[in-house]
């Protein structure tokens, strides 16, 4: 189960992302082990993102081959509050149109 950290930055981190792509759908992922926590669809292109409390969080079984099998179709990353901007920038100019 989510702790509070997360669950927060989460919730913080869906309003960062609808700011900056306000267009875009973001579903929460709530049921397939080490899926990423969202997915954000944003024209004809998505990114999908789990979310951690800190960068030395644990990753779940499954998480990283989830990530990294998802950046080779598309973005995929793992985002914590140390890295939410590098990440955020370069997932927007992932979904930018003609990328």
């Not at 309003?15 to 954000?40: A, S, V």
């Not at 800190?54 to 985002?79: C, G, K, T």
């Not at 890295?83 to 990328?99: F, H, I, Q, S």
Request: one cysteine or more.
């Amino acid at each position: 189960m989510q702790n509070a950290l997360e669950s927060k930055f989460q919730k913080s981190l869906k309003k960062d992302i609808q700011d900056r792509l306000p267009n875009c759908i973001i579903k929460k992922n709530e049921g397939t082990q080490g899926f990423p926590d969202l997915l954000i669809l944003n024209g004809s292109k998505w990114a999908a993102l789990e979310v951690k409390r800190s960068a030395d969080a644990h990753h779940q079984p499954n998480q990283d081959n989830y990530i990294s099998r998802m950046s080779e179709m598309s973005f995929a990353s793992f985002i914590c509050p140390e890295n939410k901007e590098e990440v955020l920038d370069a997932m927007v100019t992932a979904l930018e149109p003609g990328w």
